[in-house]
């Protein structure tokens, strides 16, 4: 395990399914949730927890260090504030956690300046606060801020978002290099998407183990979501992309969708959907997922469904669930963490990503 993990504590809401969430969002980015503490109505009162919490979290935090307070919701400049200088740690409410992830996904240039953009978005509603809060004494998360007047401060977030807006509009015009480089070595794309929590990252982890690339190449390693797999004896660029977040600010759309951007140009999407949930949400997830995907154009006919965690529901719910869901159409039944129908996905993988390719490339070559 790496020693270099931050320990944060989770001040969550106490709906199963937003708690699996937030850990969820908070583990994509490494960080070890030393405790978690949940609040009916989150956001209320002085610190955004009742009084009560407060001195929970005060008592635990006397034998206990931890590196951020990791707060899911939104949180108001001044809670931030009180509950920063009462605990004396830093701060972060669920946008701000969103925008660290998305931070650490966005790989184009396009991707970095719109999550620049929804960074500067966040800022702006806070900043008067935010400075006129700092002056009256340093919290961390507040720190540097005092010295600022409160409109230079906020004229400066309206000046970089003004040139952060020109800077995206010359550079949705050019071409990727990196997209470039990797199509002119007739590499194949396959892309992983879905929710968070749908099983994304252990899907990758599971195939990039069980198909590791042991060629040395430029794009053996590339970063911590990208991989070169071998498939058939052919090379195969493994994506794991952000996945969908429920409750994302409109704001975050754009930075969101950019962070999707290279679904567009990969040859084939495994839509993980995890099984295990109620029907009408894996309904409702397809469809927000579905919708997301046309609005970036992408292809029905590039999309493989994948219900995922088939290990969580006995064979006979199985069944059952999948005659249910059959209307849904192409996919693939596995669990990513026993290895289940792995065998059938590769079946599958090597159909549509590498016998395709083969048939365009004879295309190619006739006369
Ligand atoms: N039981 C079970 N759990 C799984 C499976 N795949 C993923 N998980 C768990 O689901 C949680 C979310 O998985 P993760 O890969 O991080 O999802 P991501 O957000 O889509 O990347 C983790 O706790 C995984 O261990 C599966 O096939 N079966
Ligand atoms: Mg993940």
Redesign the pocket.
């Known amino acids: 395990m790496n020693s270099n993990r931050k320990n944060v504590i989770v001040i969550t809401s106490k709906d199963p399914y937003s708690i699996k969430e937030i850990l ?1 969002l908070v ?2 980015l490494d960080y070890n949730v030393a405790k978690i503490i949940t609040q009916k109505r989150l956001g209320y009162g002085k610190y955004g927890i009742g009084y009560g919490k407060l001195l929970e979290l005060k008592e635990w935090l006397k034998n206990n260090k931890v590196d951020f307070i990791i707060f899911d919701e939104k949180l108001s400049v001044s809670k931030t504030y009180n509950l920063a200088k009462v605990t004396q740690i830093l701060v972060m409410d669920r946008e701000r956690l969103i925008l660290n992830i998305f931070n650490e996904r966005a790989f184009t240039e396009e991707a970095k300046l719109q999550v620049k953009l929804a960074e500067l978005k966040y800022e702006i509603p806070r900043a008067r606060e935010k400075v006129r809060l700092a002056k009256l004494g340093e919290q961390p998360g507040f720190y540097g801020l005092g010295k600022y007047e409160v409109d230079v401060y906020f004229r400066d977030l309206k000046r970089r978002i003004s040139i952060i807006t020109k800077k995206l509009k010359k550079v949705s015009k050019r071409r990727n290099l990196y997209r470039e480089r990797r199509e002119s070595l007739g590499l194949r794309t396959l892309a992983l998407a ?11 982890n599971l195939l990039a183990k069980e198909y590791k690339d042991t060629h040395r190449g430029v794009f053996t390693t590339l970063s911590p979501v990208t991989r070169s797999i071998m498939i058939n004896a052919k090379k195969v660029l493994l994506l ?1 992309t952000v ?1 969908f977040i429920e409750r994302l600010p409109p704001y975050m759309i754009e930075a969101f969708k950019s962070t999707l951007e290279e679904l567009i140009y990969s040859n084939l999407i495994l839509l ?1 959907i ?1 099984i ?1 949930e109620d029907n009408s949400v894996i309904m409702r997830k397809y469809k927000t997922c579905q919708e997301i995907l046309n609005e970036l154009n992408v292809s029905n006919s590039k999309i493989l469904l994948v219900f ?5 529901l006995p064979k006979e719910e199985l069944e059952l669930k999948v005659k249910l869901l059959r209307k849904y159409e192409p996919r693939v039944i ?5 290895g289940f129908g792995l065998g059938t996905l590769m079946e599958e993988l090597e159909k549509r990503l590498i016998g395709e390719k083969i048939l365009e490339e004879i295309k190619d070559r006739s006369p």
Not at 334 to 338: G, T, Y
């Open positions: 969820t583990e994509s879905g929710y968070t929590g749908s099983g994304k990252t252990t899907l990758f794991d996945g993980l995890d295990s995922n965690k088939a290990d969580l596995i669990s990513a963490k026993s």
